[in-house]
């Protein structure tokens, strides 16, 4: 059974500093590995989408990479800001049906 | 519809009480998923949607729930003589296909809480 595992739970930076998240999954026959934000009594928001085949993905600050071999992701944000904050989600796909598996999270803030 | 909306976006009613939760997908959207958030549970599945089907409803956690499509639209879900283990928030994400290619956008959710 695919388990996702994020780490750390829980982060706090001062404004500026680069945010590095984890993510670490069992089974590496993935389709592809997804990662959300998600703010207080909101739903998700899509940030980057990797395929199986890819081993980064990057949308302005954000950068993600890819190492299915070892099962690992890496969600990296550059120069994080107050706005940053929130809970940041990575998800696998493992099947054909695009059942995702979820990783608890990972809360940030993000200090002024 | 430019996102996927839900409604209510919040529901409190007492245990026993039957409740339906509505999701309209993104228009297009074939594939139509139901997750549920539960406070120390995460993100857990439930059921999926192609079209009007559902080839995996292995996640629905008890006979109690049910959930149907229609026109390969809305689809609702309904949970029956509902119990206080059932409070979370409920998320539906819609996908072009549902194929790898496509990633999913999702709803703001229904915060169910049972009395």
Redesign the interface.
């Known amino acids: 059974k695919q388990e996702v595992t994020q780490i750390p739970a829980a982060l706090s930076v001062p404004e500026g500093e680069n945010l590095v998240l984890n993510c670490s999954f069992t089974d590496s026959a993935i389709y592809n590995l997804q990662w959300f934000r998600q703010d207080p009594g909101k739903g998700l928001t899509s940030l980057l989408l990797i395929q199986s085949s890819q081993r980064e993905q990057t949308s302005g600050r954000l950068n993600a990479s890819l190492d299915k071999s070892s099962g690992r992701s890496t969600l990296y944000i550059a120069a994080s800001q107050p706005g940053d904050s929130a809970t940041y989600l990575c998800a696998v796909r493992a099947d054909s049906w695009g059942k995702l598996q979820f990783g608890a999270g990972t809360q940030v803030v993000v200090t002024p | 519809g430019a996102g ?1 909306s ?1 409604s209510p976006s919040n529901k409190v009613t007492e245990k026993g009480k039957d409740v339906e939760l509505r999701c309209d997908p993104i228009s297009g959207h074939t ?1 139509l ?1 139901w ?1 549920r958030q539960s406070l120390g549970q ?2 857990e ?1 439930l059921i ?1 949607f ?1 079209g009007n089907s559902a ?2 409803k292995s ?1 629905l956690p008890s006979d109690r729930f049910s959930a149907e499509r229609t026109g390969g639209s809305v689809s609702t879900l309904t949970i029956q003589r509902t119990q206080q283990e059932d409070s979370a928030v409920y ?1 539906c ?1 819609s ?1 072009f296909t ?4 496509y ?7 229904t ?1 169910l809480t049972v009395v």
Not at chain 2, 103 to 109: D, M, Q, V
């Open positions: 996927v839900q594939a998923y997750y995460g993100l599945f999926y192609q080839p995996d996640g998320l994400a996908s549902g194929g790898p290619n990633g999913y956008t999702f709803g703001s959710g915060r």
